[in-house]
């Protein structure tokens, strides 16, 4: 019996080598590969060097830290994608073909205002459409929230993104307007041309600086250099809402967050001429396969679940 050649040593496995290409491909890094990989970087290597050898053409070039597609890798990853893609989800795909479609886990991540105030009617939608599907909410945020995505611990995530990375889609559906809250009484929830100079003199409840709500405030007071102080930080608009009846300090907080239930101890007054409208939407790893149950999920986040609200204030609604 011959000698199989070194070169092909590796073929009795093809589809490692494919699958580490493919994530390098989509992360442009080596590191971040091997983290989803749960493998070390030099494995990851070596098995980027072999294909290479295999298919006689370099697949990537390196463009500072980035690891970039070359016209031959870009020809292999459109090949290669959907064949890891199909393997790697084939044990789901087969247990719902036996089960049924509706069958099996969906797992979404999403932030605490987002389970609290915009997914019931989501879910409760899902539950009477597919009640045979196990539902399971990850209340992340942030980065914990991203790195559920990129490492295939959830199909899908629901939430708020400013700047939306390289490796994954955002698709905005919903808008809630930015408003100022203030307890009844404050000298701003009467303020006729409310300007964003008069909340100057008051301190600021907000959520921890790691989160969207806080950099976007920073933003905006800081390009039109206006000077702000904040009294609190803390997690939760729940809390911030309770707090700032208490009359601990003044909140700058998405609409999404208000129910009829606050209307009795705070003032809402819209500062949608200073701050951009929040969306909120479903995001996903690019190139994800994405199962029924989780396409069926996204079919259901459409626009006009949430009508437009008329914000309370100090006895008008902001129109």
Known sequence: MSEIPPRYYYKGDRLKPL????????????????????????????????????????????????????????????????????????????????????????????????????????????????????????????????????????????????????????????????????????????????RLEDLSPYGLILPPRRLTTWRLVDLVFQQRRVPYTVALEVGGWEVIKQYVAMGLGISIVTGICLTGADQGRLVARSLGEYFPPRSYGVVVRKGKYLSPRARAFIDLVKPGLFERRDYFDSGHSER
Do not use: W
């Open 19 to 194: 699958r580490a290409f493919c994530q390098v491909a989509r992360l442009g890094s080596v590191s971040r590969a091997a983290e989803a990989l749960f493998l070390s970087q030099p494995a990851v290597t070596l098995q980027l060097q072999a294909l290479e050898r295999d298919v006689g053409h370099r697949l990537f070039e390196r463009i500072g830290r980035r690891f970039s597609l070359t016209r031959e890798g870009t020809v292999l990853y459109e090949l290669a994608r959907p064949l890891v893609e199909g393997i790697d989800g084939l044990d789901g795909e087969f247990r719902n073909r036996i089960k049924g479609l509706q069958a099996g886990e969906l797992h979404v991540a999403a932030g605490t205002s987002t389970i609290l105030y915009l997914l019931p009617p989501l879910v409760q939608a899902y539950r009477e459409r597919h009640p045979e599907v196990q539902l399971v909410l990850h209340n992340v945020t942030g980065k914990d929230g991203l790195g559920l995505l990129r490492g295939d611990g959830c199909d899908l995530a629901v939430g708020s993104m400013l700047d939306v990375p390289t490796d994954l889609s955002y698709a905005p559906v919903y808008s809630f307007e930015p408003m100022l809250i203030c307890p009844k009484g404050h000298p701003l929830a009467d303020k006729p041309d409310l």
